[in-house]
């Protein structure tokens, strides 16, 4: 399935199928579905019988049952470790590095996989493709391995690189992909995504920025639960116990239902700050963008703000959020933050 936004893209790529470059650069925000798109153009050149309408792969012939079923040999997944299991669940052939410990960078031994698997001859003379997400995941040493294939790339070998920050790959590497620049879904496309949706994935919509795929994951990760728990916590005035509640923050991270979510610090404080960042649009006469549903609930808390208050906090939390993988002190780190809201909060607006 392409998603409607997508869908000029996708039919660019069918129209240029017998002109694609050895390697494209798909860039934009995470969220798109840049990925699926990768995955819908490797499977119509796996396909022996392409859809004349839709140009989507059949899904029938020896190819797609060979893809669908994570064996086709011509596909290969070049993923970090840490994301392999997700990759292996959606199937192809993915250059993994046996037992060594889980990596969440994309390691120069992959790429060698990669390098040796491309030197046999593809299957049924189809093409090959080689899916790289996500392309800023490698790291200096593992991008010159794979600058390598794109300078010499094997007959019928198509790259397809996806990044949501490309500026951190070599410019070498860049320089060697055809871009694709993918930008925000227009408001129609995000408008009709969510009116068959309830409130909770409408909610994960906007806190998503506007990125239906990003919205979904959250969904599907259960994080709505964690969204209503973060806004009946930080949405009251004056604002909470800033000790009381990093310590029930605190557990609420440690817990098993935040764990299964995929609901760490790193995640709490980019809530923080896209909810200082409401506060401050507000306070300079903007419009909400990240929590809409508490709109009546921003404004109140806005009005009372200075805005050097809230551009302190926001730059506070931007400081904060460079250390929160990897705190020192967990419980610190929340006391610091929210001592930090609750000033923004009690500086009254002039």
């Not at 709109?295 to 703000?305: G, K, Y």
Request: aromatic share 6%.
């Amino acid at each position: 399935m392409i998603r409607p936004w997508l869908e000029p893209a996708w039919r660019r790529l069918v129209e240029r199928e017998e002109r694609l470059p050895h390697a494209m650069l798909f860039a934009g925000p995470g969220g798109l579905g840049k990925r699926e798109l990768a995955e819908e153009l490797a499977a119509r050149l796996l396909c022996v019988a392409p859809d004349t309408t839709s140009g989507l792969a059949c899904g029938r012939c020896g190819g797609c049952q060979l893809r669908l079923s994570g064996n086709h040999p011509d596909l290969i997944r070049l993923v970090p470790e840490a994301d392999a299991s997700e990759a292996a669940e959606e199937g192809g052939a993915d250059a993994l590095a046996g037992s060594r410990a889980k990596s969440a960078q994309i390691l120069i031994a992959q790429v060698r996989a990669v390098q040796e698997a491309l030197t046999v001859t593809g299957h049924q003379g189809s093409r090959r493709v080689t899916i790289v997400d996500p392309a800023e995941a490698m790291n200096p040493f593992t991008a010159n391995a794979l600058l390598k294939l794109l300078e010499e790339p094997p007959d019928g070998c198509l790259f397809v690189l996806v990044s949501a920050a490309p500026a951190q790959l070599l410019p070498t590497i860049r320089s060697r992909c055809q871009p694709w620049q993918f930008g925000y879904p227009e408001a129609a496309d995000v408008q009709q995504w969510g009116a068959s949706r309830c409130d909770e994935d409408r909610a994960l919509l906007a806190l998503s920025g506007g990125l239906p795929l990003a919205a979904e994951r959250l969904g599907a990760r259960g994080q709505g639960a964690m969204l209503a728990r973060f806004v009946r916590d930080i949405g009251t005035h004056p604002a909470p116990d800033p000790l009381r509640l990093a310590g029930q923050w605190e557990g609420w991270l440690k817990s098993k239902e935040a764990i299964a979510a995929g609901f760490g610090v790193v995640e709490l404080v980019d809530w923080m700050q896209r909810w200082v960042t409401d506060l401050a649009t507000l306070r300079l006469g903007g419009r909400v963008r990240y929590f809409p549903a508490q709109q009546d609930r921003l404004a109140a808390l806005a009005s009372q703000l200075s805005i050097a208050a809230v551009s302190n906090c926001y730059n506070e939390f931007v400081r904060i959020r460079r250390v929160a993988r990897h705190p020192l002190n967990l419980r610190l780190m929340l006391e610091d933050m929210l001592l930090r809201y609750a000033r923004a909060l009690s500086d009254a607006r002039p």
